[in-house]
Each structure stands twice: as C-alpha cells, then as structure tokens.
C-alpha cells in the first residue's frame, strides 16, 4: 500500500467516526428535550392538580368563620304574625281567606330561587291580608353538606327562631347568604350568632339550637311529607317529591309567572 492510499484510507476512518460521533451527539440531545419536555408536562400537571384540590378545599370550606349577613329583604306588616305550629311555621294574618303550604331546605338551590323570584309577590299578598303561609322547612339534603347535617341544624334553628317571633328574618338571611351545597354549611354556633343578630334575645333559642329541641318533629315531618301522594310530581323519572314544592286546597301549584294571583284570585 502506497502512501496516498494509506492517507486515503485515514481520510475515510476520521470521516466515518466523526459521523458517528455527530449521530451519537443528535441521539442524545434529542432525549434530553425528551426529558426536559416531560418534566414540564409533569410539573404543569402537578400545579394543576394541586391548585384544583386547594380551590376545591377554599370553596367547600367558605363558610368557616363567616358571619351570616342578617338583613332581610321581606317587607313585613306590624300585624302579620309568625307563629310556630308543631314542625311548621305559620304567617300572616287571621283574616286571610287563602292559604298555601311552602315546602323548602335551606340548602335547596333552587328553594333560594324561588325566594328570589316569588317572595315580593307573596307578601304583598300576606301584607294585605289576603294570604297566609305555612312554611314546612325540611332536610331533604341533609346528607348533602360536608359534614352532613346542616339542612336538618337550619330547619331546627329556623323553628327555634319562630318561636321568638324572628322566623322571617331568619329564613331571609339564610336564604340570601345560603351555603353551597357539597359544601360546608353553618354550624350551631354561628346559627345562634345569626338569631342574635335579628334580634333574639331570650337564650331560650340558643339552647334549642344546640340541643335539636325539633329534629325529631322536623324529621317526623320530612318523612310523612316526602310520602303524601298529594304532593308528589314528575320530574322526569317518575313520581316523587322534591322541594320547593307549594300547595294550596290540597293540590300542587304550577310555580308559573302568576302562580300568586291566581291562587289569591
């Protein structure tokens, strides 16, 4: 072999390895932003889930420490009366020829709505003496707090609050600053604050609060309630009863716009 055909032969050896060097090079720069992609896929992942399961924990826990707003937007006459009987609340006055039965959870959204929407209707009703009101609140989503429970402590603390004269005020406030549900609702120490703050005075109140002096009666009542072939409806998987639900002479009223008058007319 002559000597331009050795150099020729170490042209080619240098060529080949510095090709094989160059892929080697490629192969590993492409798995490093492999990696690199990964990780950033893995850390976004993380924050995401970690920023859902703290804003999940924030809303369910809202209603810790919170001070339930007091104000009520019912506008009520001197003599309409609020009187508890047994597990039901009645309002209005004694003259009035018609009555409905309301029968709602404060922890029902769409119990919230139905204040919203109905409330000024019904008590120009019961202001002029054409109405009365028995309200029925149940715990039909008793389980649907965290922990469980507040739609019965609510219901119980809103009878207790009748008993003091407070009943509207009281259901207002609940209503209007109503906890989500899934959520945590109010505790007893903070219905009691509530029922200070429209005006209770008597401790009367906070010791039916914390003992359930109703429970029983309420409870009594959801489960006759939830079975009156009377108040049943379809809500589109058959029969059954759900809140809110009004009745008056004994049948279900069609909650259409002008459902109040025509029951007053």
């Known amino acids: 072999m002559g000597g331009?055909?050795?150099?020729?032969?170490k042209r080619k050896q240098q060529q080949t390895a510095s090709r094989s060097v160059a892929q080697a090079r490629?192969?590993?720069?492409?798995?490093?932003?492999?990696?690199?992609?990964?990780?950033?896929a893995v850390v976004v992942l993380a924050a995401l889930v970690i920023g859902g399961v703290l804003w999940t924990t924030s809303s369910k826990d809202s209603t810790e420490g919170k001070v339930i707003g007091a104000e009520?937007?019912?506008?009520?006459?001197?003599?309409?009366?609020?009187?508890?009987?047994?597990?039901?609340?009645?309002?209005?006055?004694?003259?009035?020829?018609k009555t409905i039965d309301i029968y709602a959870d404060f922890l029902c959204p769409i119990c919230k709505q139905f204040e919203e929407k109905f409330n000024g209707q019904i008590f120009e009703q019961v202001n002029k003496g054409t109405l009365q009101v028995r309200y029925h609140?149940?715990?039909?989503?008793?389980?649907?707090?965290?922990?469980?429970g507040y739609s019965l402590d609510s219901a119980n603390a809103s009878l207790a609050a009748a008993d003091a004269g407070k009943f509207l005020a009281f259901h207002d406030a609940l209503f209007k600053d109503q906890p989500e549900e899934g959520g945590r609702g109010f505790?007893?120490?903070?219905?009691?604050?509530?029922?200070?703050?429209?005006?209770?005075?008597?401790?009367a109140f906070a010791?039916?609060?914390?003992?359930?002096?109703?429970?029983?009666?309420?409870?009594?009542?959801?489960?006759?309630?939830?079975?009156?072939?009377?108040?049943?409806?379809?809500?589109?998987?058959?029969?059954?009863?759900g809140t809110p639900t009004v009745s008056a002479n004994g049948q279900v009223v069609k909650l259409e716009a002008d459902w109040v008058q025509k029951v007053v007319g």
């Open 4 to 9: 331009a055909e050795r150099n020729a032969r």
């Open 26 to 40: 490629g192969v590993a720069g492409g798995d490093k932003k492999k990696v690199v992609a990964i990780t950033v």
């Open 72 to 97: 009520s937007s019912t506008t009520v006459a001197s003599d309409v009366a609020q009187k508890r009987d047994g597990a039901v609340v009645v309002v209005g006055k004694p003259e009035a020829k």
């Open 137 to 148: 609140m149940l715990p039909m989503l008793n389980q649907r707090s965290d922990p469980p």
């Open 187 to 203: 505790d007893k120490a903070q219905l009691i604050k509530l029922g200070q703050d429209v005006g209770i005075t008597d401790p």
């Open 207 to 241: 010791m039916a609060v914390n003992g359930g002096a109703y429970e029983q009666q309420i409870q009594d009542a959801y489960k006759k309630t939830s079975t009156d072939p009377a108040l049943q409806q379809d809500f589109g998987n058959g029969p059954g009863f």
